[in-house]
T-cell receptor, first 117, second 116 residues
Framework: NAGVTQTPKFRILKIGQSMTLQCTQD?????MYWYRQDPGMGLKLIYY???????DKGEVPNGYNVSRSTTEDFPLRLELAAPSQTSVYFC????????????????FGAGSRLTVL | AQKITQTQPGMFVQEKEAVTLDCTYD???????LFWYKQPSSGEMIFLIY??????QNATEGRYSLNFQKARKSTNLVISASQLGDSAMYFC?????????????FGTGTRLQVTL
């Protein structure tokens, strides 16, 4: 049981290049999220998905795209990389919205560190 | 809209002492959840403790406890008997419902340094 797997762990991009950050989970969780963490800051939500075929924007979606064709995978695509996208990216999953009873806790991947030069 | 505020960018505490990390929040939701995560230098996000908005008692998990004051909209994390391994970033987060799903909103974090 690997949990949430993110690849790559590190990547350096040139301005204008494109790339996809991969996120795979084996917990059969419905909800998946992409967050970015800028140096010395908290996490900000980029996109999220409540199930296969359904995605929605978070707080900072500009410059990113996502897709959710299966329950397991939730890739994040950067089309035209910019220095402002230098950050650590976290994918996270949640079993489902069981309400506020109990700690329905996000499970995070290990993160992907992206540098755009 | 939800907002989490952590006003302490950095804190120092001596080993074996207790330390309190502050967190205030703002939300119009009647029901919500409050979380604390630890991020060591290795970078992973580790869940520590949870408090539901309708929980009458303060949450405790081992050396971690919350001082939850609903009227003041604050949920401070208390770490007792600090250890060197507690040195890390600590994030307060709130879970509310917006649109189609619940999302976690994070504060900017507090960097805790435990000294000998």
């Amino acid at each position: 049981n690997a949990g949430v797997t993110q690849t790559p762990k590190f990547r350096i991009l040139k301005i204008g290049q494109s790339m996809t950050l991969q996120c795979t989970q084996d917990m059969n969780h419905n909800y998946m999220y992409w967050y970015r963490q800028d140096p010395g800051m908290g996490l900000k939500l980029i996109y999220y998905s409540v199930g296969a075929g359904i995605t929605d924007k978070g707080e900072v979606p500009n410059g990113y795209n996502v897709s959710r064709s299966t329950t397991e995978d939730f890739p994040l695509r950067l089309e035209l990389a910019a220095p402002s996208q230098t950050s650590v990216y976290f994918c996270a999953t949640l079993l489902g919205d069981r309400g506020f009873f109990g700690a329905n806790v996000l499970t995070f991947g290990a993160g992907s560190r992206l540098t755009v030069l | 809209a939800q907002k989490i505020t952590q006003t302490q960018p950095g804190m120092f505490v001596q080993e074996k002492e207790a330390v309190t990390l502050d967190c205030t929040y703002d939300t119009s939701d009647q029901s919500y959840g409050l979380f604390w995560y630890k991020q060591p230098s290795s970078g992973e996000m580790i869940f520590l403790i949870y408090q539901g908005s309708y929980d009458e008692q303060n949450a405790t998990e081992g050396r971690y406890s919350l001082n939850f004051q609903k009227a003041r909209k604050s949920t401070n994390l208390v770490i007792s008997a600090s250890q060197l391994g507690d040195s890390a970033m600590y994030f307060c987060a709130m879970r509310g419902y917006t649109g189609t799903a619940s999302k976690l909103t994070f504060g900017t974090g507090t960097r805790l340094q435990v000294t000998l």
